[in-house]
């Protein structure tokens, strides 16, 4: 693997909650594969979260019903996210780069390259469960704070890969709309 996980890569960026601990080893293969089982099910959820609900001109009553009901859930969701991160103690939320190779972040102490890291990364603000990844720090950088990390994703199966690919395209792909339609109105404007 090169030295840096975005060489040639889309990237995530924002501001997620995460937090992260150095380890002495990897967890047992049997624990990896339920936590790379878990962590592909909490990639789907966030995936069925954002995919509209669509429906055929035949059914147009019938998607006008879906939509209002998906309305009722997801406020429901919406609610009780905001009741588990009020009960639980979800980290603080900082700037963050990561893709299906490896992550950045911004951090006051940032770990020693070389260290082995267990991170749990929230993706989902309606759904406050975390990604569990292992890493390797492959080294400390400048951030806007001025300290940060960057680590390799380790032992990851191919379904997290995949569905974090899928998380930073759709994520790339709304970007690029968003800007597109700024243009345009910035076009229009003259």
Same mark, same amino acid.
């Given at each position: 693997m090169s030295?840096?996980p975005?060489?040639?890569?889309?990237?995530?960026e %924002?501001?997620q909650?995460v %937090?992260?601990?150095v380890?002495?080893a990897?967890?047992?293969?049997? +624990?990896?594969a339920?936590?790379n089982?878990?962590?592909?099910?909490?990639l789907?959820? +966030?995936?069925?979260?954002? #995919?509209p609900?669509r429906g055929?001109?035949e059914?147009?009553? &019938?998607? $006008?019903?879906?939509?209002?009901?998906e309305?009722?859930?997801?406020l429901i969701l919406?609610l009780?996210a905001?009741w588990?991160?009020r009960?639980?103690d979800l980290p603080?939320?900082?700037?963050?780069?990561?893709n299906? !190779?490896?992550?950045a972040? #911004?951090?006051?102490?940032?770990?020693a /390259?070389?260290? $082995?890291?267990?991170? @749990?990364?929230?993706?989902c603000?309606t759904f /406050?469960?975390?990604?569990v990844l292992?890493?390797r720090? &492959?080294?400390?950088? *400048?951030?806007?704070?001025? +300290?940060?990390? $960057?680590?390799e994703?380790? #032992? $990851?199966?191919?379904?997290?890969?995949?569905?974090?690919?899928r998380?930073?395209?759709?994520?790339? !792909? !709304?970007e690029?709309?968003? &800007? @597109?339609?700024?243009?345009?109105?910035? %076009? *229009?404007? %003259?």
């Open positions: 030295s840096d975005f060489a040639q890569s889309l990237v995530y %924002d501001e909650p %937090d992260w601990e380890v002495e990897l967890p047992s293969g049997q +624990r990896l339920s936590l089982a878990s962590n592909e099910a909490l789907r959820v +966030r995936e069925g979260l954002e #995919e609900t055929t001109e059914s147009q009553e &019938l998607a $006008l019903e879906f939509q209002r009901l309305s009722k859930l997801n919406e009780m905001e588990l991160r009960q639980g603080s939320a900082l700037p963050v780069r990561f299906a !190779r490896g992550i972040w #911004e951090t006051r102490q940032p770990p /390259p070389g260290s $082995l890291l267990r991170m @749990r990364l929230y993706i603000p /406050p469960k975390p990604l292992f890493g720090v &492959l080294r400390q950088e *400048g951030g806007e704070s001025g +300290r940060g990390a $960057l680590a994703f380790l #032992e $990851l199966s191919p379904g997290v890969v995949d569905g974090l690919e998380l930073v395209f759709r994520r790339h !792909r !709304r690029v709309a968003q &800007l @597109r339609g700024q243009l345009r109105d910035g %076009d *229009g404007r %003259d």
